[in-house]
């Protein structure tokens, strides 16, 4: 008669082993996530364009927040405009998606009307997302 069960082999030395390994491995992810959220937001900060009316409003609003134990790393941009100043606006837009007529606006900070065909794109989170890309893919690698 064979009773049916759940059978173990090896010793306990090799399932320590294991677990000090898995321990480290995650440990080392940690250490990558980490330090490519922080190579990602500084790119990010030292590209994001700094306008002398809101001293430097996009760039202070730079975040990131550590999810999942330090396994995730969550990076947003809390400058309701930052998406104007990484594709650009109006006839400047990439792809062309932007207004094609020009427009007239009133500035509160200015305190006058503006007219404008747009503004360039000023890339500041793509270039840090290649970066932080980069380094992972590295780090990563290395681990194996």
Sequence with gaps: MVRAGIYGFGDRGFERTISRFERHVINE???IVAETAEIMVSQMRA?????EIDGGN????IDVKYL???LTAVIT???DYAVYVEWGTGIYAENGNGRQDPWVYYD???RRFVFTHGMHAQP???PGIEAGAQHFEREMRRVG
């Design 29 to 31: 992810v940690k250490r």
């Design 47 to 51: 590209l994001a364009p700094v306008a």
């Design 58 to 61: 996009l760039r202070n609003s």
């Design 68 to 70: 999942n134990r330090g």
């Design 77 to 79: 941009v809390g400058a």
């Design 108 to 110: 509160e900070k200015l």
């Design 124 to 126: 500041f989170f793509r």
